[in-house]
């Protein structure tokens, strides 16, 4: 509450070496002063993050560095409503049990018998599967009941249910990174770099993600294994007249068909276009300019609010619809303000080019090992949305002051944003996993230094081989 004031005065005041034009100079003196307090208000969090994004927009105007109509403008992005149609679909999913009749599919398979290191394995898949699509958060807190009821806790030998814990909410992080709706992060790296001149569809961001999320989670099979193995000496299977999926009935609902048809729709709709362009359909370019993202995400989405259920109420109404994460939304609105702003006023090639200079690297894959690290770590402070918002547009400018291919260390950042795995503040499923009482601090630090070593190092490696194999160089 003193610090950010504190920073935007000094800032304000103080004789910034801002190498840039006359016309220029003013406004990026300015916006260094409110960079600086939101950056202070993100970390610490003096008040919620999102209403530290909805002030940038009001800041930018009062301190005359954009007029009113530009700076609000990007709460409406687009992009956005990709978010806003995927929380729709995910609120609809929750409310009638889709998402809970999918990770039975998976857990409650023959093949996994209730071995403790299958219902592990399954957990995490299911986790991964679902993170994808819904929030990583809302897919913890689905299958972390269902881990507990599945492992029994045996006094002195728990081994079992904190790895369990820790492999579920580490793989349901992993499993964001498949998808552009899958962690904000992904949507923020996408859209600032369409700032740069760069487009990446939703496709083209699996073919990076994807693999992403399959590589971290079998690291964190691996690393979370050999700290807290699964054995019969430490887990058993629960007890046979424990049922975890007694609440999922036996007959799907017309709410779970409705809500499953707008979902395949979504994903139909989202993957087409990059589909038609691998195919080099002629009409490839009119398919990607008529169904974007957003475009997609709101009218499979409609669908529910218009096909009854069979009570006489609609499949998900406006009162349950209300209650999706509106912050994230805020979130990106404000983050993308702020990276158009340092842009445009020249304040992240000025940053960019001290960096530069204080750095010594001048390379992009030099850039981009540097990106991965300094975020992964980052983000364990930090919320992954704000580490992006405030990352992303920085290593832009980099690597335009390099003269190099933005994309690479963008998606370094993008990725790397949502692998915190050490501390309990860092993600939502951490925090859930933590609260069970079952995993202490230090075991989590313990195993996720490891892995956020390990992914610091798979990150890299990843868009070190796929960005050139994509021409993204």
């Not at 969090?45 to 009113?68: F, G, K």
């Not at 599945?150 to 580490?170: I, N, S, Y």
């Not at 398919?287 to 995400?297: D, E, Q, Y």
């Amino acid at each position: 509450m003193v610090g950010a004031p504190l920073v935007f005065v000094a800032l304000w005041f103080a004789p910034l070496p801002l190498d840039l034009p006359a016309d220029q100079a003013q406004s990026a003196h300015r916006l260094a002063a409110v960079f600086g307090a939101i950056l202070v208000a993100w970390l610490t969090e003096v008040i919620p993050i999102a209403v530290t994004a909805l002030l940038i927009a009001p800041l930018l105007v009062v301190a005359d560095i954009a007029p009113a109509a530009d700076a609000f403008k990007y709460y409406a992005d687009p992009l956005l409503y990709l978010f806003v149609g995927g929380f729709f679909i995910a609120e609809a999913m929750s409310h009638h049990g889709l998402d809970r009749r999918m990770a039975k599919a998976i857990v409650g398979s023959s093949w996994v018998a209730a071995i403790p290191s299958r219902v592990r394995i399954a957990l995490m898949l299911a986790g991964a599967l679902l993170s994808m699509w819904i929030s990583n958060t809302a897919a913890t807190a689905i299958l972390v009941p269902i881990l507990l009821k599945m492992l029994r806790r045996r006094a002195g030998q728990d081994h079992a249910a904190t790895g369990g814990l820790l492999a579920l909410a580490f793989a349901c992080s992993a499993g964001g990174l498949g998808t552009l709706v899958g962690s904000p992060p992904n949507l923020i790296t996408v859209r600032l770099l369409a700032n740069a001149g760069t487009t990446i569809g939703f496709l083209d961001w699996m073919k990076v993600g994807l693999p992403a999320a399959v590589l971290i989670s079998v690291a964190v099979w691996i690393v979370v294994g050999r700290f807290h193995p699964t054995t019969e000496a430490t887990a058993s299977a629960a007890a046979p007249d424990e049922d975890p999926f007694e609440a999922v009935p036996e007959a799907w609902s017309r709410g779970e068909i409705v809500t499953a048809i707008a979902f395949g729709l979504a994903v139909v709709g989202w993957v087409l276009p990059g589909v038609s362009r691998a195919l080099e359909l002629e009409a490839a370019e009119e398919i990607k300019r008529l169904m974007h993202p957003g475009v997609v995400a709101i009218l499979a989405s409609s669908i529910l609010f218009m096909v009854p259920r069979g009570d006489g109420e609609r499949v998900l109404s406006w009162k349950q619809a209300a209650q999706i994460d509106w912050g994230i939304i805020l979130l990106f609105g404000g983050g993308i303000a702020l990276g158009t702003q340092l842009v445009d006023t020249g304040l992240a090639s000025a940053m960019s080019r001290g960096f530069v200079a204080l750095s010594g690297i001048h390379s992009l894959w030099a850039l981009t090992a540097v990106a991965c690290v300094f975020t992964i770590f980052f983000t364990e402070v930090c919320s992954n949305t704000a580490s992006a918002n405030m990352l992303v547009p920085l290593v832009i400018g980099i690597a335009a002051e390099l003269h190099v291919s933005p994309v690479p260390p963008a998606l370094a950042v993008g990725l790397a944003a949502s692998c915190a795995f050490m501390l309990p503040i860092a993600t939502g499923p951490n925090a859930i996993a933590y609260s069970t009482g079952r995993v202490s601090q230090i075991q989590m630090m313990k195993s996720g230094l490891v892995l956020n070593v390990v992914c610091a190092i798979l990150v890299f490696a990843l868009v070190r081989v796929l960005c050139p194999l994509y021409g993204w160089t």
